[in-house]
C-alpha cells in the first residue's frame, strides 16, 4: 500500500492445514540458527499429533495451556496444535523468575505446561512448590519429566474429530504489580475460521504465498506471535532467529531473500552500529517492507533506516488487546514525522478528562470503537475501566491526531516503560523497592536509552538521608536482580531528601521525570 488505508481482507480461508494439501513440500518455517526447515505437511502432521495428545490428557476447548520455551521449532506445532483444538494458549516470558511464572500458571488455570530444557531447574522449582499442574511436558527429554516428542510418536498424524479454534493469551505485567492476561472474546467456531485481526494483519504487511517473513524476536511476544501465524496462515515461509543478533539478521535476510520483516527499534539502532562496510555488504534488495512497532523509533534512527533500506519501512500502532490499530508508510512518516499513522483497523477517538471527545490537535486518552471484544482474566475491574459506552475501549496510552487523522502518541498512561519493545509497569517494581527495609519510598519510570529507547530509572527516598551514597545504590540494585527479573530492575537509582506526594497519597511523576528527559 502506498497510503494508509483499510487492508483487504483474503477472499478464501486461510490456514496451514489448507496450504499443507496444495504445497504440502514447502517450507512452512526455517530456523536460522540449526537450518532445520519443517515444511506445511510436517506441520500439519505433528500439530495433529499433538492435538491427540491434548485430547487423550482431557484437554477440551476452553482450556488452558502455557508454553515456556525460547524460539524453538516445536514452538510453532503447540501454537498451531492448539489453535485447532480449541485451547488458550499462553507463552510465557522466559525470563521471569520462578514466582512470576508461578503467578500465571495459577492464574490462567493452565492444565498443561509444555518446557524447553534450559528451563529444567525452575520447571523443577515449581514443581517442588507444588503448583496447581495436572500435566508438564519437556520439549524434547529431560529427567523425570515425560517427553513431548515421546507422547507425540503414539498418536496418528491424521487430524482429531472435534477440531475447534483456539486463541492466545498473553500476559501484560499490570499496574497494580501483576500481570494480566489478556483474552480475546471465545466462542467455539471451525478452527479454519481465523480472526479478522489475524487476517487484517497478514494483509496490512503485505504478506502472501510468495513471500518469506521474518521477525527475529521471541514468539513470546505478540507482534511476532501473531505475525509468524499470519506468514504461515497465508502460506508463506517465515524464517525464525532463535535469538537475534544483527549481523546474523543481516545474513539471514540475504540467505532466504527475505522478503518482509518486523524488528523493534533497537534492533534498528544494533544493526546501524555496525561498522557500514559489514552491513552494508548484505544483499537486502529482495525485501518489499520491514515494518516496526512495539516502542517509539527515535526519528534520527528511522530516517537513518530509511536512508540505507529505501523507503520500504512501515511502522504500526496497536496493543496486546487488539482494540485497533494505525499504520504509516515511509513517504506519509516523512510527511508526517513522529506520527504512527491512520487508523487501518477500529475508530479512534481522542477523549479528554472529561469523558467528552477532543477536536484535532488536542491531547487525551486513546480510545478504539468497532473491534473485537477482550477481557483482563481474572481482574473484572480492570476490563470495565477500560471501556467506554459512546468510545470503546482504551490500554491508557495519550496522544492526539492531525486534521489528515494521523495519530501522534505523546505518553502512557500510569508510566509504562517500554524498553527494546517490552512493557515494563513501575507499580510492581515499586511495591518491590518499598520493601527494602532502608526505603521508605520510590518512584520508577523510563528514561532514555539510546539503543532500547527507555531504561528503567528509580528514585528513592531512603529511611535515613545519611545512607545516601554510591555504595547503597549498587546495594538495593543487586537486592532487586535478586528478587525480580533482570529486564524489571532498575539501570540506575538516584536518592532524593523526600518524593513529591501530595496529601491524598498521590506520588507527582512528572516533576521526577522531567528532569530527565528534554524539554
Request: aromatic content about 10%.
Amino acid at each position: 500500500m502506498n497510503k494508509t488505508q483499510s487492508p483487504e481482507l483474503p477472499t478464501e480461508h486461510c490456514h496451514p492445514s489448507e496450504w499443507a494439501v496444495r504445497q504440502p513440500e514447502k517450507a512452512a518455517y526455517i530456523m536460522v540458527g540449526t537450518g532445520e526447515e519443517v515444511s506445511y505437511r510436517e506441520l500439519d502432521e505433528a500439530s495433529n499429533q499433538i492435538a491427540h495428545v491434548f485430547r487423550n490428557l482431557g484437554l477440551a476447548g476452553g482450556d488452558h495451556i502455557a508454553l515456556l520455551s525460547s524460539n524453538d521449532a516445536y514452538f510453532m506445532k503447540i501454537v498451531w496444535a492448539a489453535q485447532r483444538s480449541g485451547l488458550i494458549f499462553t507463552p510465557i516470558h522466559t525470563h521471569l523468575q520462578v514466582d512470576e511464572v508461578e503467578y500465571i500458571l495459577k492464574d490462567c488455570g493452565a492444565k498443561l505446561l509444555f518446557f524447553s530444557d534450559q528451563f529444567l531447574d525452575l520447571v523443577r522449582l515449581l514443581v517442588d512448590r507444588e503448583t496447581a499442574l495436572e500435566n508438564v511436558l519437556c520439549l524434547k527429554s529431560a529427567e523425570g519429566f515425560a517427553s513431548l516428542i515421546s507422547e507425540m510418536s503414539k498418536q496418528p498424524v491424521t487430524s482429531i474429530e472435534d477440531q475447534l479454534a483456539g486463541a492466545h493469551m498473553l500476559y501484560s505485567s499490570g499496574t497494580t504489580g501483576h500481570p494480566k492476561g489478556i483474552l480475546p472474546s471465545w466462542e467455539p467456531r471451525s478452527f479454519s475460521d481465523l480472526p479478522e485481526v489475524l487476517l487484517s494483519t497478514g494483509a496490512l504487511l503485505g504478506i502472501s504465498k510468495r513471500s518469506v517473513y521474518m521477525a527475529p524476536a521471541p514468539l513470546y511476544h505478540a507482534a511476532p506471535l501473531v505475525s509468524n501465524m499470519v506468514a504461515m496462515a497465508f502460506g508463506g515461509t517465515s524464517v525464525i532467529m532463535e535469538k537475534f543478533e544483527p549481523e546474523s539478521a543481516l545474513a539471514a535476510i540475504e540467505k532466504y531473500t527475505v522478503t518482509h520483516s518486523q524488528w523493534v527499534p533497537a534492533m534498528f539502532t544494533r544493526m546501524l552500529r555496525l561498522p557500514k562496510h559489514r552491513r552494508e555488504s548484505f544483499d537486502i534488495s529482495f525485501m518489499q517492507q520491514a515494518t516496526h512497532a512495539a516502542a517509539p523509533c527515535p526519528e534520527d534512527i528511522k530516517q537513518q533506516m530509511i536512508n540505507w533500506w529505501g523507503p520500504i519501512i512501515a511502522e504500526y500502532y496497536s496493543a496486546t488487546e487488539a482494540i485497533g490499530m494505525t499504520f504509516i508508510t515511509s513517504d506519509e512518516w516523512i510527511a508526517h514525522p513522529g506520527s504512527v499513522g491512520k487508523a487501518v483497523f477500529g475508530t479512534p477517538h481522542i477523549v479528554g478528562s472529561n469523558g467528552s471527545a477532543l477536536p484535532p490537535g488536542e491531547t487525551g486518552k486513546i480510545y478504539f470503537s468497532g473491534t473485537q471484544e477482550f477481557k483482563y482474566f481474572n481482574d473484572v475491574g480492570k476490563t470495565q475501566t477500560s471501556r467506554n459506552e459512546q468510545f470503546g475501549a482504551t490500554v491508557g496510552d495519550i496522544g492526539y491526531m492531525d486534521e489528515e487523522g494521523y495519530l501522534y502518541l505523546t505518553d502512557r498512561d500510569s508510566f509504562v516503560i517500554i524498553s527494546g519493545g517490552v512493557n515494563i509497569y513501575p507499580q510492581e517494581i515499586e511495591n518491590l523497592l518499598v520493601g527494602h527495609p532502608d526505603i521508605l519510598d520510590a518512584a520508577v519510570f523510563g528514561v532514555p536509552n539510546v539503543e532500547f529507547g527507555e531504561e528503567v530509572k528509580a528514585v528513592v527516598e531512603l529511611c535515613d538521608w545519611k545512607m545516601a551514597c554510591e555504595e547503597k545504590k549498587d546495594e538495593i540494585i543487586s537486592w532487586s536482580r535478586e528478587r525480580m527479573s533482570a529486564f524489571k530492575t532498575p539501570r540506575s537509582i538516584d536518592f532524593v531528601p523526600a518524593l513529591p506526594r501530595r496529601e491524598n497519597g498521590k506520588l507527582y511523576k512528572n516533576e521526577l521525570k522531567k528532569n530527565y528527559w528534554p524539554s
